[in-house]
């Protein structure tokens, strides 16, 4: 009885991935396979796996996917007037996925089976917007996502996983797992950011641009507030939202690297967010109907010259606080975290997350560390804000930036007497 009932649960299982699938197909004029046909060839799936099964000859389930691959193709052979609007590519591979589907919910892997039908169902129906998607990358944008899955999926698995030099820190497969991280990331970023600049927002310009490059996004800005192409209103809502992308930034790089790091960090950062809030609203309202724009000074940041770079920079970064945190002790770290903050905050973040995760300095150290790169980063945006926007826009980013400063060095503060 209990075969019969999991037999019944699993062509219902299968009718209803042949309906999800077959109700979008149906909204196709020219499409040879609806509804009740996507549903038929699911249930067949599973059917033909169970006579499969019971024959003992599984060539059955490819014989009857050859059997429907021939069917539809036929038809769309067989109408030439469909043939003119509609080739039946897709149908048919989607026809054909169903019935293996079918088959394959039958073998026990029915969460699967729903899963990829959904997921196929969703691919289909947004057909119109991946297009769009796929017509606003650039052929530098897609040479980058390239570049991105060698440097993730091909480099990174031939990379020995052992450390090396002083004090065993240099390991090269996490190394470039930190240039991996890092690209995709900001890589995430620049896809989001070129895929829905469209609406021109300077909330997602500003967070966006943030999670790209937060000192890239401040000059950019600022050089728009001396061609006066924007108001000043406008150039600090984005500024000041790239540095708080900046600080979740920092923040998802502890959770990766480090989790037990991130409580000590939110004592300083979390009180920099809020402090942020202020002005913030302030110069949104302020800003009225401004809206942002593309800028060329937010290139794709996946490039493998890039990544050699970060990745060179990050084990210099760790070997020289591994060695100064033995030899000067913290006061050492914290004053290379202080001058590598000023252009790069990830590498020092990744750098003391991962020397806490391995136990060579503290997690109120590496804490510390990460505070100090981000306090100096936003000292060099101000810098940054002033050379480029001149002295209006750089005093009041200098204005915007004083609150989140004070709350992180009171977090310093507080960190210390916890510590």
Excluded: C
């Excluded at 009857?64 to 069917?71: D, H, I, N």
Aim: proline residues 4%; charged residues 10%; neutral net charge.
């Amino acid at each position: 009885m209990n075969d019969y009932l999991e037999l019944a649960l699993s062509l219902v299982t299968s009718a209803g991935i042949g309906l999800l699938v077959g109700s979008e197909r149906e909204r196709k004029p020219t499409a040879k396979a609806g509804i009740r046909t996507f549903t038929l060839i699911a249930v067949l799936g599973t059917v033909s796996a169970l006579v499969a099964e019971l024959v003992g000859s599984p060539w059955l389930v490819a014989v009857g996917l050859a059997l429907v691959g021939a069917t539809l193709s036929g038809a769309y052979l067989a109408d030439p007037a469909t043939r003119a609007e509609d080739s039946g590519t897709t149908t048919v591979v989607a026809a054909l996925l169903v019935y293996v589907l079918g088959a394959l919910n039958f073998h026990g892997e029915g969460t699967l089976a729903v899963a990829l039908g959904i997921g196929m169902t969703a691919l289909l129906y947004f057909k119109t917007e991946l297009e769009g998607v796929a017509t606003r990358l650039t052929p530098t944008d897609i040479r980058s996502i390239l570049q991105f899955g060698a440097i993730s999926a091909i480099v990174l698995p031939l990379l020995p996983d052992r450390g090396y030099g002083p004090y065993g820190v240099l390991n090269p497969f996490h190394i470039w797992l930190m240039v991996v991280l890092i690209s995709g990331v900001s890589l995430a970023g620049y896809v989001a950011w070129r895929l829905t600049l469209g609406g021109k927002g300077l909330l997602l310009t500003g967070l966006l641009g943030g999670v790209i490059s937060s000192t890239a996004t401040t000059f950019a800005y600022a050089r728009h507030a001396r061609n006066a192409t924007h108001t000043p209103s406008a150039v600090l809502t984005v500024i000041q939202l790239a540095n708080v992308a900046k600080l979740l930034r920092v923040l998802l790089l502890a959770l990766v690297i480090a989790p037990q790091v991130l409580p000590l960090l939110l004592l300083t950062t979390a009180p920099a967010l809020l402090a942020s809030g202020p002005t913030l609203w302030w110069h949104y309202r302020r800003a009225g109907g401004d809206q942002g724009e593309e800028t060329d000074r937010l290139q794709n940041p996946t490039q493998l010259g890039t990544a050699l770079l970060f990745g060179a920079f990050y084990a210099i970064v760790l070997l020289a606080a591994a060695w100064l945190s033995d030899v000067v002790g913290s006061g050492g770290l914290f004053v290379l975290s202080f001058i590598s903050g000023l252009t790069d905050v990830d590498a020092i973040t990744l750098s003391s997350a991962r020397l806490a995760d391995q136990g060579n300095i503290s997690l109120a150290e590496s804490a510390t560390a990460i505070t100090l790169a981000v306090l100096s980063n936003m000292l060099f945006k101000a810098a940054v804000s002033i050379a480029v926007g001149g002295r209006t826009v750089g005093r009041l980013v200098t204005i915007a930036f004083a609150l989140p400063v004070l709350a992180m060095l009171a977090g310093l503060l507080a960190l210390d007497a916890l510590a």
